[in-house]
């Protein structure tokens, strides 16, 4: 089992800016990409950002230019810098990460975190 846990949401003024952060613990020999996901209210959810382990990055087009993600891969972190944020910003984040166990025979996983909120809001 690998569990991966967000911390970083929050209630923030237009404009402003918040930093997510998601730590991924348990049986892991590799992770290959990190990233972000998220779902306002009914709507689907969908793709942030994600980096993967040789750090190629890939942006959604609503915030390529606002939104940053980077990874520590010795803590196996990934990181996600938002700013000049917009209402239309507001959803529960959620971290995802894909790669191999360190059980018998390397299993592949894929793991989300349980989510958090960020809030745009004056």
């Known amino acids: 089992q690998v569990q991966l846990v967000e911390s970083g949401g929050g209630l923030v003024q237009p404009g402003g800016s918040l930093r997510l952060s998601c730590a991924a613990s348990?049986?892991?020999?590799?992770?290959?990409?990190m990233g972000w996901y998220r779902q306002a209210p009914g709507k689907q959810r969908e793709l942030v950002a994600d980096?993967?382990?040789?750090?190629?990055?890939t942006y959604a087009d609503s915030v390529k230019g606002r939104f940053t993600i980077s990874r520590d891969n010795a803590k196996n972190t990934v990181y996600l810098q938002m700013n000049s944020l917009k209402p239309e910003d507001t959803a529960v984040y959620y971290c995802?990460?894909?790669?191999?166990?360190?059980?018998?025979?390397?299993?592949?996983?894929?793991?989300w975190g349980q989510g958090t909120l960020v809030t745009v809001s004056s």
């Open positions: 995802n990460a894909d790669g191999l166990t360190g059980d018998y025979e390397f299993p592949p996983f894929v793991s």
């Open positions: 980096i993967t382990s040789g750090g190629t990055t």
């Open positions: 348990g049986r892991i020999f590799s992770i290959h990409t």
